[in-house]
């Protein structure tokens, strides 16, 4: 499963990695998020040499969601090396979140 960090680990997990790290923000409310949560399993465990995946809970780190921009969720954001690159709105099919990676 996905590690979900909160503000405090936010800084130390996503923005001070080397490399690509996707980030969900999601809610537990949410639907689409849930559908989207085994999708994001997947993408963990078949690119977890290219790319960290973590999810951001917007109703506990209220404070990252806000400094993203997150508007609805579920959001993903693409960071590499600490900064945000691509940006996505809504359940995506995996095939959109490897293209979304790269290389």
Do not use: H
Not at 6 to 31: H, I, N, P, R
Not at 89 to 101: F, T
């Amino acid at each position: 499963m996905s590690e979900v960090v909160s503000s405090a680990e936010f800084q130390s997990k996503v923005l001070e990695a080397e490399g690509k790290v996707l980030v969900d923000f999601f809610a537990t409310w949410c639907g689409p998020c849930r559908m989207l949560a085994p999708t994001l399993e997947e993408v963990a465990k078949e690119a977890a040499d290219k790319v960290k995946v973590y999810k951001v809970d917007i109703d506990e780190s209220p404070d990252v969601a806000g400094r993203y921009g997150v508007m609805s969720v579920p959001t993903l954001i693409l960071f590499e090396n600490g900064e945000a690159i691509r940006q996505t709105i809504g359940a995506q099919p995996k095939q959109n979140i490897l293209m979304m990676i790269g290389d």
